[in-house]
């Protein structure tokens, strides 16, 4: 397995571009299922989410192609199997983005359950409930969800009981598909779900309110759109190379990112004394870190709220201020597994419920760590760079599911960060 080993602590210099965003390509590629002929994708991050969409499309007898130097992903969606496969789905969490667009499309579906996950329980109740309110037959049987539609699915009004990211994507698939017309109230507004939507919209989908809480689908037939799509930047890989530079104290710009999708970010980094320059058109950000950084209180919460995607790369950010800062982790039960390895470094959190206490500023220094969660994974990376001597971080599998190559990144900044085999 691969392991990290990080010589702390490093001052960084330099410019860092930000790749394509992994939440938003998800979706897109398993959006392909919509269609009958060729879609086209640019700015695909090399990623191991993006490897095991593909196998799982390549499974059900798709045909992908994907140039890594180029970013390039074709898919050629010949369906045979509606069938997405657990050896993929336990793998990868979001291969519950299969079902929507196959039921829609061919009617049927056969989606293995994910199981469990190391930040919560994470069910997929939403999806299914939605999906049987708009005529879609469930039965969950040996692990596996199966859906049947006898005809077209049909538009209804729907109401998430909570804000769900993958379950309004997978709604929406299905919805611009449907036969009539479907509301889906309290949607989520993240920028992922409105670059699913806009895509959907190029390809024929009839689709008002995206950014909304309440968006509406006039069901219509879809044809692949000929243009490529290309991928959004990250928006939680920006915001991890913010956290870099605030940890380490380093001043670095960002290039080809989003800004005006890091609002929340961008407030709690500015409460704790971080500068920034940040230009939209140009898709820059300057990171200024200050000398001393005050505490802060912090809630996340669905976009554009905190997002629960930055909070362990926050945390050590806070590990370094001078005084007392609370997080309050509102969206998954159970996403405080990096407190323990961060303790192992030096920090000293207390948790209490879903309420962590970080009292600041603390010492880091160097020591074997273990990446639980692919988040968990990027704060071990930020605490090894600011610590005293080696980290060494195992596991970091997880780290390669979300981030292109980051020690690639950060070694022309100056980082001492090197991978190898344990
Ligand atoms: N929930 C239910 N039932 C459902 C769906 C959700 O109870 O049917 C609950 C979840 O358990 C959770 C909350 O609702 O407590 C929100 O979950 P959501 O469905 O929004 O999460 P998701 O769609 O599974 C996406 C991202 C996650 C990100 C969350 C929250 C993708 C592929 N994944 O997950 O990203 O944390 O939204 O913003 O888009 C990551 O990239 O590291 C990551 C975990």
Request: aromatic letters at 6%; proline letters at 5%; glycine letters at 8%.
């Amino acid at each position: 397995m691969d392991a990290l080993l990080i010589e702390g602590p490093t001052k960084l210099h330099g410019t860092v571009r930000i790749s394509g965003s992994k939440n938003t390509a998800l979706p897109l590629l398993f959006s392909s299922l919509l269609f009958d002929t060729e879609v086209t994708f640019s700015n695909v991050p090399r990623l191991w989410d993006i490897e095991t969409t593909l196998s799982l499309l390549n499974d059900m007898g798709a045909s992908s192609q994907w140039n890594k130097e180029e970013g390039i992903v074709r898919i050629v969606p010949k369906i045979e199997r509606r069938v997405a496969s657990y050896e993929w789905v336990k793998k990868m969490r979001a291969g519950i983005l299969a079902l929507g667009p196959l039921v829609a499309k061919y009617g049927e579906a056969k989606v293995s359950l994910p199981g469990g996950c190391a930040i919560g329980a994470r069910p997929v109740n939403f999806h299914l409930e939605a999906l049987q309110k708009m005529g879609v037959t469930i039965q969950v049987e040996e692990g596996y969800i199966h859906a049947k539609v006898k005809n077209r699915v049909r538009g209804v009004e729907l109401d998430f009981p909570q804000v769900t990211v993958t379950g309004t994507e997978n709604l929406l698939m299905v919805a611009a598909m449907a036969d009539g017309t479907t509301i889906l109230r309290n949607a989520a507004k993240e920028p992922e779900v409105i670059s699913l939507g806009e895509f959907l919209i190029k390809a024929g989908a009839n689709i008002a309110g995206l950014g909304t809480s309440e968006i509406t689908i006039i069901g219509s037939t879809l044809k692949a759109p000929k243009e490529p799509m290309e991928i959004p930047a990250d928006r939680i890989e920006t915001g991890t190379w913010m956290a870099i530079a605030v940890a380490t104290r380093s001043r670095l710009r960002l290039e080809k990112c989003r800004p005006r999708e890091l609002t929340s970010v961008i407030e709690v980094f500015e409460k704790m004394g971080v500068h920034f320059e940040c230009d939209d058109a140009r898709e820059t950000m300057e990171i200024i870190p200050a000398e001393k950084y005050s505490p802060v209180d912090v809630i996340t919460e669905p976009y554009p709220g905190f997002p629960t995607d930055m909070q362990a790369q926050l945390m050590i950010c806070l590990s370094q201020a001078e005084g007392i800062s609370h997080v309050c982790e509102t969206i998954f039960e159970n996403r405080f597994m990096h407190v323990d390895e961060l303790t192992r470094l030096g920090a000293k959190i207390e948790l209490d419920g879903n309420m962590a206490v970080i009292y600041g500023p603390q010492k880091l220094s160097g020591a074997p760590v273990m990446a639980t969660d692919l988040r968990a994974s990027a704060c071990l990376v930020i605490a090894g760079l600011c610590a005293q001597g080696a980290t060494k971080i195992s596991r970091i599998y997880h780290l390669d599911r979300g981030y292109q190559r980051l020690e690639e990144k950060l070694r022309p900044l100056g980082a001492k960060i090197e991978r190898f085999k344990e």
